[in-house]
């Protein structure tokens, strides 16, 4: 069966019952890409390294309401809630990844600080259950949603005056039209085998929230302080190919993280952080 056929909620579903998918990598560091910036000594360090940049706007707004759109298994949030003392949230489409979650943090002691929500954030039902934020953030939870999603409007609803949006995630480098053949090949399917339908440039996303009133902070290039897997070296295409023709999930996935480290490798694919601001005199 093809990954398309799949809804993200159940890629998440089967990806977390996976064996092995609780150890060390997922428990105790992180759940997105590593990032060796300047500085970095150790791989540690380098998973930690987003969740250390987050923490800094934290610290920066005196964040009291903190809200991960996309929170996975939770890793992200145990690590800023063992830092400082705010009320977190969190909201994942999978039953089997909250329930994860919510063990998770039970071990840790930290079930007084986090709640973990099951819904999805395209919801404005759902996001409105999360008012008066001083900080949300979106790690590699964005490029699964739908082209034509626009979660600007809610967030900036959500967000407090003065709050900020963070957005860390894989974005093309330019518009979709301005790809060349191969890349737009790879993106075909990166968007089957990768789960990952909304991926769009930074551009874009910056223009979806300017227009939703928030002002652009940051906005900055990881891309270069990543360590791109030497899979990507087997053309994504053929992989993509026996991944359909044998209908196994594994492969697929494979399948996908071949696709987008050949695009990372060929530079029509970013790693960006992006962070936006709502305006202090907002009503």
Avoid at 133 to 155: F, K, N
């Amino acid at each position: 069966m093809s990954a398309r056929r799949h809804s993200i909620a159940d890629n998440f579903d089967r990806n977390t019952r996976r064996p092995g998918f609780s150890g060390i990598r997922a428990g105790r560091l992180s759940e997105h890409r590593a990032v060796w910036a300047p500085g970095v000594k150790n791989r540690t360090q380098a998973a930690l390294y987003i969740n250390k940049r987050i923490e800094e706007h934290a610290l920066a707004l005196d964040a009291g309401k903190i809200l991960d759109l996309g929170c996975g298994t939770s890793a992200t949030l145990i690590d800023l809630a063992k830092a400082r003392d705010a009320r977190y949230s969190g909201l994942t489409l999978s039953r089997t990844r909250k329930q994860a979650a919510d063990e998770r943090i039970l071990r840790q002691g930290l079930q007084e600080k986090i709640r973990i929500f099951e819904g999805d954030f395209r919801d404005p039902k759902v996001f409105r259950l999360f008012p008066d934020h001083d900080l949300l953030y979106a790690v590699e939870s964005t490029s699964g949603l739908p082209q034509e999603a626009d979660i600007a409007p809610l967030v900036a609803e959500s967000l407090v005056p003065g709050g900020r949006m963070i957005l860390c995630d894989y974005m093309l480098k330019d518009g979709e039209k301005s790809l060349l053949p191969k890349d737009r090949s790879l993106l075909t399917a990166l968007r089957e085998y990768g789960y990952a339908p909304g991926i769009r440039s930074a551009r874009d996303w910056i223009g979806s929230f300017e227009d939703a009133g928030l002002e652009t902070i940051a906005a900055e290039d990881f891309t270069g302080w990543l360590r791109v897997s030497p899979f990507s070296s087997v053309t994504a295409g053929a992989v993509s190919l026996f991944a359909g023709k044998i209908g196994m999930f594994r492969a697929e996935m494979l399948a996908g993280k071949i696709t987008l480290s050949s695009m990372l490798r060929r530079g029509s694919m970013q790693y960006r952080f992006l962070v936006f601001q709502k305006s202090r005199e907002s009503a």
